[in-house]
């Protein structure tokens, strides 16, 4: 799991004065090369400004920096909008002043021409003479632009804030490496982890500050998911709600199971698309997703398909926003008959607490087995 996960989108201004990684050996100072992790941590915030826009696409952020660490340009990938890739924004946008510079970049630029040219080259093209990346390539078709930079003699530095990189790029990364979406379960709960009354009442556990959080997670999903018993029950809009600039259109609403749906539900709005998984078998769903190009799948569903999911290991994170309140009897966000003795229980990784004006949203890591 990641160490480190805090990234500081408030460091707009980043003219300081190079820092320099020094450590003394015997009294012998030894230069041991620029810090760039002031400029990473800015291009992560770029990458993360195309979270629900890139898909079928990774997130990508780029900065171009001078000697004294100044930024030049920047640059991320914005695929709704162009399919430039965040090196070649950042180029664009540098003009001549990129001769000589360094370029930061939160993935090893691609060597491949497809939707367009390859990055390494355009980098060399530029006169980029040093190229600094957090994550290498695993999408075979694009890697090995690296060796490209290396072989016309540009300073190559991996692994800058790797971790950090990698966890933002998390459902991308998720999608190459077992070819399926990366899926978040997110529920509301009272303290003793109930998702609905006796009755079946459910609107409102948390407060307005735990739902418009929500709507920004929402925005930032590439498809939202619900079991039919949820349309049936609930009748949501799966619309993230609020001011985003920016995106052309919605996440995809994916409904999955096998009870017959109203016709007049919300979902058959035309205010996003909304496919409908008439099966029960989670196969046929992550399929069905992979087809319509998602990396991260947001799941607003009930108990039944969330722990099926999870059952599936097919949930990689769980947030959970949890009221202050008490049901006592009520419906249980999470239906599993094992494991029945306290060594087997399923423990989760802990990635964040925050508090929500008295709701607590906590993340929490799934590893399926890893
Ligand atoms: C991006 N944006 O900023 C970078 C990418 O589908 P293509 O032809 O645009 O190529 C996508 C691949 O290019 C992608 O899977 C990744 O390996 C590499 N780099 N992709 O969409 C970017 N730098
Ligand atoms: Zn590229």
New binding site residues.
């Given amino acids: 799991m990641p160490t480190l996960m805090v990234h500081f989108p408030f460091m707009e201004n980043l003219s300081h004065p190079p820092r320099e990684l020094v450590s003394r050996v015997g009294g012998q100072k030894i230069n041991t090369g620029m810090d760039y992790t002031v400029a990473m941590q800015r291009a992560i915030a770029l990458a993360e400004k195309g979270l629900g826009k890139?898909a079928p696409?990774?997130i990508?952020g780029a900065v171009i920096i001078d000697a004294t660490s100044a930024i030049i340009a920047e640059g991320f990938?914005d695929?709704m909008n162009s399919?430039d890739?965040?090196?070649i924004v950042a180029i664009k946008a540098a003009g001549d002043k990129a001769k000589g510079s360094t370029i930061v970049v939160t993935?090893e630029?691609?060597n491949?021409t497809?939707?367009?040219g390859p990055?390494a080259q355009a980098i060399i093209d530029a006169g980029i003479t040093t190229v600094v990346y957090a994550v290498a390539?695993p999408?075979a078709q694009?890697a090995g632009g690296a060796a490209t930079l290396r072989a016309a003699n540009i300073t190559v530095v991996e692994g800058v804030m790797r971790d950090e990189a990698a966890y933002s790029n998390r459902a991308w990364l998720m999608k190459i490496k077992k070819n399926r979406p990366y899926f978040t379960w997110k529920v509301a709960t009272t303290l003793d982890a109930k998702v609905a009354a006796t009755d079946g009442t459910s609107k409102w556990i948390t407060n307005e500050v735990s739902r418009a959080d929500v709507q920004v997670l929402r925005r930032q999903a590439d498809a939202i998911l619900v079991g039919t018993n949820t349309v049936i029950a609930d009748d949501p809009h799966l619309i993230p709600r609020g001011d985003f600039a920016g995106y052309t259109h919605n996440p995809v609403r994916v409904i999955c199971g096998e009870q017959t749906l109203p016709t007049n539900a919300q979902v058959f709005d035309n205010a996003a698309d909304t496919v409908v998984v008439a099966s029960k078998d989670l196969d046929v769903l992550v399929e069905k997703l992979n087809e319509l190009g998602v990396n991260h799948v947001f799941v607003e569903a009930g108990p039944t398909l969330g722990s099926a999911m999870l059952d599936h290991c097919l949930l990689d994170e769980l947030i959970i926003y949890q009221a202050p309140s008490l049901l006592g009897s009520g419906k249980q966000f999470f239906i599993f008959d094992y494991p029945s003795t306290i060594t087997n229980q399923m423990r989760l990784d802990h990635i964040s607490t925050q508090v929500l004006d008295g709701d607590v949203k906590s993340v929490y890591g799934i590893r399926n087995g890893e």
């Fill in positions: 890139s696409n990774p990508v990938h695929r399919p890739h965040a090196e993935l630029p691609c491949h497809g939707s367009t990055c390539d999408n694009a």
